[in-house]
């Protein structure tokens, strides 16, 4: 998450390769809040650069972490940031349908599932297969 994040400070318009996410709000991933923040703004002011970034959150709690993640060394090759960038998003992507995965599992066990929980079900199923 660290990286991702440090990509996303250090190349603002890297926001516009993140699809819809506000129905991802509840994940419990340490940093995805600050994540979806810094998407939302970035997206707001599309040619946006780091610098201007970091004046937004000037007297937030915030400002520390994003000054530490825009010096970040993550010792990506340039031509490769993009790439990395889209390749972390999917990887926490594909843990957030394992996730859901496991919860249509241990809830079918329990209580069972509704029709449109298998179909859920079942989409993940596919989807994580293909993978």
Not at 49 to 58: A, K, P
């Amino acid at each position: 998450m660290r990286v991702l994040l440090s990509l996303l400070v250090q190349n603002p318009h890297f926001s516009l390769l993140v699809p819809e996410l506000t129905c991802l709000k509840q994940l419990k991933l340490k940093g995805w809040n600050i994540f979806l923040e810094l998407v939302v703004k970035c997206k707001a002011y599309p040619k946006i650069n780091t610098g201007y970034l970091l004046e937004q959150y000037r007297d937030t709690n915030l400002i520390k972490t994003l000054e530490i993640l825009a010096q970040w060394n993550h010792m990506i090759d340039d031509a490769h940031l993009e790439k990395t960038f889209q390749d972390l998003l999917t990887s926490i992507y594909e843990l957030i349908l394992e996730h859901r995965q496991a919860t249509l599992i241990a809830l079918d066990r329990t209580q069972g599932l509704s029709i449109k929980e298998k179909h859920e079900l079942w989409y993940l199923n596919q989807s994580l297969a293909k993978k």
